[in-house]
């Protein structure tokens, strides 16, 4: 543990990845930039925003649904982390989370068609998605949105940043995604949407991970068309339940990403959860906020 | 992934009404100082008449909230504007760095008024949590920060550079030409 720190917090925020990016500082060690970490941290966040935005023409995810079908596509590092990380994840649930969803998105009007790019196969499917050494491939053409795990990721980087610049405690907040640094407790209110909400639920962590989503309508009205991940990915169809979900895991990328699984598989989730060392709390107009447990 | 889960009843919650909750991250120096260390800027408020107005609506798409504009011109052409947008649910005051071309340099957020379920920062609310749990008292000695919710959009912010950019290149570029 560090001897002494300077005074702090700080706390800045910067609009990427379609929300508000806010990184905190609470305690760093001497000799450490502090704003020059955050400002760094950020350029990372603003990095992966690039790579991994659907709608920018020059990301790698538009470069990989324009092409990624004739040929293998070479992407960077952390596009191919964050792709293999999904791939796992999906193979791991059975397709219940599946970034090739996009192209039902843009059939429903949810996402602009991705310039230059041929029509996504409707049968394609996070199977057709192949890791290779010298990039990605698609076995068919497809459209990939890595909307339902970037911010995980990008929560995670900038969290990497900071460690490395020698900042000691703080955290990453990608619009709800929060990522730990040092070992808290750190205490993080979980919320379920608007208005005065019927039970408060706080969780205290050490160093992790907390993502929220919320299938409400009220937090889809909010968001207009930005709710669209939440689809079952093995249904290729909108989830019908209406409730939030907020999963704890040593990683935001896992965090992020298992919201969806939860949201649409409930408690059959827990096996993968319990792989990934994480729990899961849900929350519902009747119940409240409840750990989720197998059914009876 | 070890934690500690605490639930508080509801009842504790009905008297509580919502409010506006503002989180203060940078003062518009500290953001020019950030975005053009030890450069020298000059402050001026731009009155936009109403032609102007049409015309950034027209180029943008979107009408300015307000006819004053906040402006530091640098000494070699750079441009640091202060602005608000204003959401459904939010007031967000933010900065926006132009080099002398007129590109984004950066876009930092100053100020955040979230009227979103932000009663959960009331006093009275994290007062319910002393001591009110099953288990070892809980102290809060300090504000909750941490909240953890599903991503709410921020595409006002997105619209609001838009908007500046059209301003600047109507409104202020010409005369840094």
């Known amino acids: 543990m560090p001897s002494s720190f300077a005074p702090g917090p700080l706390e800045r925020a910067q609009p990427w990845l379609g929300t508000r990016v806010a990184i905190r500082v609470d305690r760093w060690w001497p000799g450490c930039d502090v704003q020059a970490a955050v400002s760094e941290a950020f350029n990372e966040v603003a990095t992966i925003h690039h790579l991994m935005s659907f709608r920018a023409a020059d990301s790698d995810v538009a470069r990989l649904n324009r092409s990624a079908h004739r040929r293998a596509v070479p992407i960077d590092r952390r596009t191919m982390a964050v792709i293999q990380a999904a791939q796992m994840l999906s193979h791991a649930c059975d397709g219940v989370f599946d970034v090739t969803l996009a192209g039902r998105w843009v059939a429903a009007g949810l996402l602009p068609p991705p310039a230059g790019s041929p029509p996504a196969d409707p049968t394609a499917s996070y199977r057709d998605v192949q890791v290779e050494d010298d990039g990605v491939r698609f076995l068919k053409p497809l459209w990939i949105d890595l909307g339902g795990i970037a911010k995980g990721f990008a929560a995670d980087s900038a969290a990497r940043v900071l460690r490395l ?114 729990v899961a709390y849900r929350h519902d107009e009747l119940g409240g906020w409840h750990p989720l447990q197998a059914s009876a | 992934m070890d934690h500690r889960f605490l639930l508080l009843p509801a009842t504790a919650l009905i008297s509580v009404a919502p409010s506006l909750h503002a989180t203060t991250y940078l003062t518009a120096d500290q953001a020019r100082e950030l975005m053009f260390p030890g450069r020298k800027f000059t402050h001026e408020e731009v009155l936009l008449t109403p032609e102007q107005v049409r015309a950034i609506t027209q180029a943008s798409g979107i009408k300015p909230l307000s006819t004053r504009l906040q402006l530091w011109r640098g000494a070699d052409g750079e441009r640091f504007i202060v602005d608000e947008v204003l959401g459904r649910h939010e007031f967000i005051t933010f900065a926006l760095g132009l080099d002398a071309a007129g590109a984004v340099t950066d876009v930092e957020i100053l100020q955040y008024n979230e009227s979103y379920g932000s009663e959960i920062r009331l006093a009275a609310w994290r007062a319910q949590f002393t001591g009110k749990h099953d288990g070892a008292p809980l102290k809060l000695d300090q504000d909750i920060q941490n909240i953890s919710a599903a991503t709410l959009s921020c595409k006002h912010i997105t619209e609001g550079v838009k908007r500046l950019l059209a301003t600047d290149a109507i409104v202020l570029r010409p005369r840094s030409a």
């Open chain 1, 165 to 278: 610049h020698g900042v000691w405690e703080g955290r990453v907040d990608a619009g709800g995604d929060l990522v730990t640094i040092g070992p808290g407790p750190h205490r993080i209110v979980l919320r379920a949407g608007a208005g005065s909400p019927d039970t408060a639920a706080v969780v205290e962590i050490g160093e992790g991970a907390v993502a929220t989503s919320s299938h409400r309508g009220d937090v889809r009205r909010r968001n207009g068309l930005a709710a669209i991940a939440h689809w079952h990915g093995q249904q290729r169809m909108p989830l019908s339940s209406s409730c939030s979900v907020s999963v704890l895991a040593t990683e935001g990328l896992h965090a992020d990403a298992l919201t969806k699984v939860v949201l649409a598989s409930g408690s059959a989730a827990l096996p993968l959860l319990a792989h990934y060392g994480a």
